[in-house]
């Protein structure tokens, strides 16, 4: 993902990779992506978003689809990322997503997001917890919800 501002250079490649390849499953409606995805997370791992909670690979797996529910493609774009502890297990991604709809309309808004690792962040972090919030109106008016 161009442009993304790391928060040192020494920030962990593997969580530099974990964060990209987050991002690019979550903009992808391959068969596939809903598996790997979840195998992003902890075995017992949470995720946090518009379209509610999930906990554990098989839920999150299985929420997948609804997450395309009147979304025709999407796109994330990270553009800045923090770190607030210093094995880099709470890392805090703004960024912007794009997205066009199945009744053709199109919204991008802001976004932040906070994924909660576990495990060795230099070598094999996996997603304890992810978290994103953003402004619902926009979605709402591009939905046609009044």
Same mark, same amino acid.
């Given at each position: 993902?161009?442009?993304?501002s790391?928060?040192?250079p020494? +920030?962990p490649?593997? %969580? ?6 987050? #991002? ?16 992003? +997370? ?5 995720? #946090? ?32 990322? #923090?770190s ?6 709470? %890392? ?14 199109? %919204?991008?808004?802001? #976004?932040?997001?906070? +994924? ?9 972090? %996996? ?20």
């Amino acid at each position: 993902m161009a442009s993304i501002s790391w928060p040192t250079p020494d +920030f962990p490649k593997k %969580v530099e990779e974990l964060i990209t390849e987050f #991002y690019s499953l979550a903009d992808s409606k391959e068969d596939t992506t809903p598996e790997r995805f979840a195998a992003l +997370f902890a075995e017992d791992g949470k995720m #946090y978003g518009l379209a509610g909670a999930s906990t554990g690979r098989a839920d999150i797996a299985a929420a997948r689809p609804k997450s395309w529910n009147m979304i025709a493609s999407r796109k994330h774009q990270p553009v800045k990322v #923090y770190s607030f502890k210093s094995d880099y297990s709470d %890392v805090l991604v703004m960024g912007q997503i794009s997205a066009t709809l199945t009744n053709g309309n199109s %919204v991008s808004v802001e #976004y932040i997001a906070q +994924f909660v690792l576990k495990g060795d962040t230099s070598a094999t972090p %996996v997603i304890a917890s992810y978290k994103s919030w953003a402004d619902s109106a926009p979605w709402f008016k591009a939905m046609g919800v009044q």
